[in-house]
């Protein structure tokens, strides 16, 4: 019989790659998700000021496809209500919980940190409480590189001293305090994630890699609100999402944190570089960065190696190639036309 695997806040963008990663390898996967925090519901409510509402919204009805065509189960689920969550549990049984539900955004979070406290800790406290008494679950709490703050070396691991900025990188520091402690206190079997940068098709949360291709494509001016020597450690998606499938499911994952990332910075002008092959007359304007971001580097990836066994295939010149191809094909496709109105990353 296929292991359970039930993805908490699973119809976004990670959470998605993530359902069809698992079914790939065989799992049985439901996704539960209230569509609210930018999905479905943010397209249909006029009072939010979505950029592109035809564009994403043709995204997440590919999103909503491709999930249906691997027959996962979709459950619209309030995730701020510990009695749903339980009942839930109770009908699927599941074997692996994963965790994603949050504001998946450090400025939107900064600018409503009680949006960000509801859809974060909230739903994490009624998971722990749902889940502490099931010893044969493993849980999965997506965390953030931003946790680390601003890196006071080139290259971070696991071991080094958090000390998150602003209040998205907080609450997750919170977080996996709280996971850490239901580990000691009620043996929860967890796995800790941390990522960084990431990108990939059918992203709508308007990271940068993503705001500077829908630049290239309207043929609007590209503004870059970064240091010239300022780098990111670029994790394409599949990565991301196919290690989470092996940490998960491997008895080394257990009561363990991991970077999950390519493991090898890059320059954000980089990305302009690369879209250049695509777009020869782009225009680009450098801004001042956003001083509310912590300034990053490389995460080591070395335990994720070590123990899992896992070792990220993409790296930028690949998989940011995939995505301008994806977008360029699907944007064709779909006969859309961008708006025109320059947009910096946030």
């Not at 979505?50 to 590919?62: A, C, N, S, T």
């Not at 949360?205 to 993503?210: A, I």
């Not at 990565?239 to 910075?265: H, R, Y």
Request: hydrophobic share 40%; net charge neutral; proline share 3%.
């Amino acid at each position: 019989m296929s292991k359970k695997v039930i993805l908490l806040g699973g119809a976004g963008f990670i959470g998605h790659h993530l359902a069809l990663s698992y079914v790939a390898q065989g799992f049985d996967v439901v996704i539960c998700d209230s569509f609210q925090v930018n999905n479905l519901v943010t397209m249909l409510d006029s009072e939010h000021n979505v950029h592109e509402p035809k564009l994403y919204r043709e995204i997440l009805d590919e999103r909503l496809s491709l999930l249906s065509k691997a027959a996962v189960k979709l459950k619209v689920t309030d995730l701020r209500s510990k009695h749903e969550i339980k009942e839930i549990f109770d009908q699927e049984k599941p074997d692996i919980v994963v965790l994603l539900a949050a504001v998946a955004h450090a400025s939107r979070s900064d600018k409503d940190p009680d949006l960000a406290f509801d859809n974060g800790i909230i739903p994490l406290q009624n998971t722990l409480e749902a889940i502490r008494e099931r010893s044969n679950v493993r849980f999965v709490y997506m965390s953030t590189s931003t946790i680390y703050g601003h890196f006071k070396k080139d290259i971070v691991d696991e071991t080094d001293t958090v000390n998150p900025f602003g209040v998205y990188a907080t609450y997750k520091f919170i977080g996996e305090k709280m996971v850490i402690c239901y580990g000691d206190k009620f043996n929860l079997d967890y796995s800790i994630i941390r990522p960084s940068a990431l990108y990939g098709e059918r992203c709508i949360s308007r990271r940068v890699s993503q705001i500077f291709i829908e630049s290239a494509i309207a043929n609007r001016e590209l503004i870059v609100s970064a240091d010239e020597d300022e780098k990111l450690d670029f994790t394409y998606i599949q990565d991301l999402v196919d290690a989470i499938v092996a940490v998960s499911d491997s008895p080394n994952g257990s009561q363990e944190i991991f970077n999950i990332t390519f493991g090898n910075a890059r320059p954000i002008y980089m990305l302009t570089e690369i879209l250049k092959d695509y777009f020869p007359k782009l225009q680009i304007k450098k801004n001042k960065r956003n001083e509310f971001l912590p300034k990053r580097g490389t995460l080591s990836n070395k335990k994720l190696i070590d123990l899992i066994g896992y070792k990220p295939k993409f790296e930028l010149e690949i998989g940011y190639r995939k995505y301008i191809e994806w977008y360029i094909n699907f944007v064709k496709s779909k006969d859309i036309y961008l708006s025109k109105i320059p947009q910096a990353n946030e």
